[in-house]
């Protein structure tokens, strides 16, 4: 049968399962918007309040279902504003496809009113990305986004479709959609007795996960190949959740905001085992001095990674479940029974302190995750805050903890909450923030407002931009130049005007009181909690510095005197 390009495009998206998509209309998007009208029982759409909303939404919808996310935006700056969304993907490898239009394929490079050449803007933070200026060949390019998004390595996609491709008519014929198969035809049985070797011949071994992990579902396989190498474990940012952070084994997080078990272990190790992680700067400091007295095992699935950063002495590429899978049934079980009692030794020396005296982040993180039991899922916008959370909330799942690794996205996590929320409605989703993030995204309380979606936004407000200001405090003499934002505006106010219950606290026990009553709403919350402006994240490690030179209050102290 022959319909339009704007039902060939929503018949696709219900090919590949889709059931939710995030986006903004506009004078390009009409005709696919008339068709997700006329398939509105089939197709949720979620109105955002602005274009990165909805990216991001799309983005956090991803992230805690292992979906594919869909956002939809029109022509121009509707185009343009999609883009640190999918930037923000591109850097975490988050499977996402953005659809995008533009305006008829005879006005095209002609200046014409809010076009844009968006494929050429998004080229370098995409996986790939197509322009469709005929209508033959626009079902299967939406299915090849879709196939590209969730293969190997993750990441978004961009479609540009020109208007009059959505109005054209041509024939459709349902597809089933490709099944997504693991990368496996580069795992080498060489590779993996290299480090089957390795891994015996070590006497001091440090596993070190990361996102990708997450991705190939491989969380089962990693708890089994711990046990086997008798190693503990650390974890980035983006790999949070992918070991049970209950474990004796776990030993925090790595890198500038590490644990100074982490920091330090890696430090002492003989053998350094990086699975799904690409060694960002954040998470090795100086690269010259990292892991400097031990063998580096990098798999990764994206041969780009190997020996990108640091140098490995042995690496497997391909799935991460995959290859453990094999490890798992080549390597005999180890014990480093004197190694592990030195870690013990360490997590007790340098256990992180959380003060009661009054409030403050990390006592606020410490009593959400009572307060949830452990089973939320946590979202976050980016600084400080975003540091408390993975240092003080224990994730013991995958798809648990949602925030922006790569590009530190501020204004991340409002959308992502909601779209969270939407792909895990029967879970409580909480998006911590800081009062400089809030201001970025706090329109999306209106979003979640409209729909009913019951988000808990807390707001950590020391009213100052926190992560700078703690830069400038320790690195600047304390110049504190446009980080200060006490100006009088009612975070509360706000949120009410924006329609979602609001509440400031603060004491602990007035969050406490005030969380409690957020989870008994039908729509979103906002908890302000005030807290000291000079509140710092330890430990910390200076920007370029050695991870072994990891430093808390106590060291600066001792410095001083």
């Not at 018949?11 to 986006?23: D, S």
């Amino acid at each position: 049968m022959n319909i339009s390009g704007a039902e060939i495009i929503v018949e696709c998206l219900k090919e590949q399962g889709v059931e939710t998509v995030f986006g903004y209309p506009g004078g390009t998007a009409l005709n696919v918007y008339d068709a997700l009208y006329k398939h509105q029982d089939e197709i949720n759409h979620i109105l955002t309040s602005h274009e990165q909303g909805a990216a991001h939404a799309a983005d956090g919808y991803a992230r805690a279902t292992g979906k594919t996310g869909v956002c939809f935006a029109t022509s121009g700056p509707g185009a343009t504003n999609l883009v640190t969304g999918i930037a923000t993907a591109y850097m975490d490898s988050i499977p996402m496809v953005a659809i995008t239009c533009n305006v008829n394929v005879s006005m095209l490079g002609k200046d014409t009113f809010q076009e844009i050449d968006i494929a050429g803007v998004t080229m370098p933070i995409t996986k790939h990305n197509f322009i469709v200026k005929d209508i033959k060949v626009l079902a299967d390019t939406v299915r090849r986004a879709f196939e590209i998004a969730a293969s190997g390595r993750p990441g978004p996609v961009l479609i540009d479709v020109a208007k009059d491709v959505t109005a054209d008519t041509h024939s459709y014929t349902y597809k089933e959609p490709k099944e997504i198969l693991p990368v496996t035809d580069t795992i080498r049985e060489s590779d993996i007795d290299k480090v089957a070797e390795l891994i015996e011949k070590s006497k001091k071994p440090f596993v070190f996960v990361g996102g990708g992990i997450i991705s190939s579902g491989a969380e089962e396989e990693l708890a089994e190949f711990v046990k086997l190498v008798d190693a503990p474990v650390c974890d980035t940012l983006m790999g949070k959740g992918a070991f049970d952070e209950t474990s004796p084994y776990f030993t925090g997080m790595v890198g500038m905001h590490g644990t100074k078990t982490t920091n330090f272990g890696i430090s002492k190790c003989d053998l350094l085992m990086v699975i799904g992680a690409r060694f960002s700067d954040r998470d090795t400091g100086n690269t010259r001095s990292f892991a400097k007295g031990a063998k580096i095992v990098h798999i990764d699935i994206d041969p780009a990674e190997i020996n990108k950063n640091i140098k490995a002495n042995a690496s497997i590429i391909g799935d991460a479940k995959e290859i453990l899978k094999r490890l798992n049934e080549k390597i005999e079980q180890q014990t480093h029974k004197e190694w592990l009692a030195e870690i013990k030794d360490a997590k007790k020396k340098y256990a992180l302190k959380v003060s009661d005296k009054k409030l403050n982040g990390p006592q606020i993180i410490e009593k959400l995750y009572d307060l949830t039991k452990g089973d939320a899922v946590i979202v976050t916008d980016v600084g400080q805050h975003q540091m408390w959370a993975a240092q003080h909330y224990k994730f013991t799942k995958p798809r648990t903890l949602i925030t922006s690794g790569g590009l530190g996205t501020m204004g991340y996590g409002l959308g992502a909450a909601i779209g969270a929320k939407v792909g895990a409605p029967d879970k409580t989703v909480v998006n911590i923030a800081g009062d400089g993030c809030f201001r970025m995204n706090l329109n999306e309380l209106a979003t979640a407002s409209r729909y009913g979606i019951p988000v808990i936004e807390i707001v950590i407000n020391n009213h100052v931009l926190g992560m700078v200001r703690q830069w400038q405090t320790l690195f600047y003499d304390k110049r504190y130049s446009q980080t200060i934002l006490d100006d009088g505006v009612d975070f509360v106010k706000v949120s009410e005007g924006l329609g979602a219950k609001a509440f400031r606290v603060k004491t602990i026990e007035e969050f406490e009181k005030a969380f409690e009553n957020a989870l008994k709403q039908k729509g979103p919350s906002m908890i302000e909690c005030l807290i000291d402006e000079d509140d710092k994240v330890f430990p910390m490690v200076s920007p370029g510095g050695n991870i072994s030179e990891a430093f808390d209050e106590s060291d600066l102290k001792k410095k001083k005197s």
